[in-house]
């Protein structure tokens, strides 16, 4: 079975996911497809940036696959713990999401039972669920065309660096004008 994402093969992205994440994780590997997708709907040419709607596993598959990252503030996450991103130009903010449609991952008992939760680990084949993970590729996910409001799309810039008197560090001003936040907030670290 040949199956590509984007400009790799199955395998050289299952070397990547090893590489970066640890593992082929089953949400990573949707992941690709999802990345994919994606990417294949939009006009060529365009700088693009990223929403991800979740904190697992799917900002390492946008991260490995394109050119968005949390680092570069190219790649965002509001975690709605939905198993969807949207890529969007950055100019225009028109863009496409892409999701795991529930009505579509009926069709794959395994894959729905991992998704669902519906077995816990130990019950779970992992041998068949990422064997049919690459059956159903992005036959597991659905798409429609999106705009992001502008609002969520501006990049959020640091603004004038100050030394917050309490704990000595550089911090941005407009997250306080008396301290930083983590000395605003609990603290997360014990003292001494």
């Known amino acids: 079975m040949k199956t590509n994402i984007l400009n790799h093969t199955y395998e050289e992205y299952m070397d990547m996911l090893k590489s970066f994440h640890g593992y082929a994780a089953p949400g990573l590997i949707i992941g690709g497809?999802?990345?994919?997708?994606?990417?294949?709907?939009?006009?060529?040419?365009?700088?693009?940036?990223?929403?991800?709607?979740?904190?697992?596993?799917?900002p390492d598959a946008i991260q490995l696959?394109?050119?968005?990252t949390i680092?570069?503030?190219w790649l965002k996450i509001i975690d709605f713990n939905r198993y969807a991103l949207?890529?969007?130009?950055?100019?225009?903010?028109?863009?496409?999401?892409?999701?795991?449609?529930?009505?579509?991952?009926?069709?794959?008992?395994e894959?729905?039972?991992?998704?669902?939760?519906?077995?816990?680990?130990?019950?779970?084949?992992?041998?068949?669920?990422?064997?049919?993970i690459r059956e159903a590729g992005a036959g597991l996910l659905s798409m429609h065309p999106v705009?992001?409001?502008?609002?969520?799309?501006?990049?959020?810039?640091?603004?004038?660096?100050e030394v917050c008197p309490q704990c000595r560090e550089p911090y941005p001003v407009a997250d306080g004008d008396i301290f930083c936040l983590a000395c605003q907030e609990k603290h997360l670290y014990y003292s001494k």
């Open 111 to 132: 894959i729905k039972s991992w998704f669902f939760k519906l077995k816990s680990s130990k019950e779970q084949d992992q041998t068949n669920l990422i064997q049919n």
């Open 71 to 73: 680092g570069n503030g």
């Open 65 to 68: 696959l394109t050119p968005c």
């Open 33 to 58: 497809f999802m990345v994919d997708k994606a990417v294949r709907n939009l006009p060529s040419g365009i700088l693009y940036d990223a929403f991800c709607e979740t904190r697992s596993c799917l």
């Open 86 to 109: 949207s890529l969007y130009d950055k100019q225009t903010y028109a863009g496409v999401r892409v999701f795991v449609d529930a009505e579509k991952i009926k069709a794959w008992p």
């Open 147 to 161: 705009r992001i409001q502008p609002e969520f799309a501006m990049k959020k810039h640091k603004g004038k660096i």
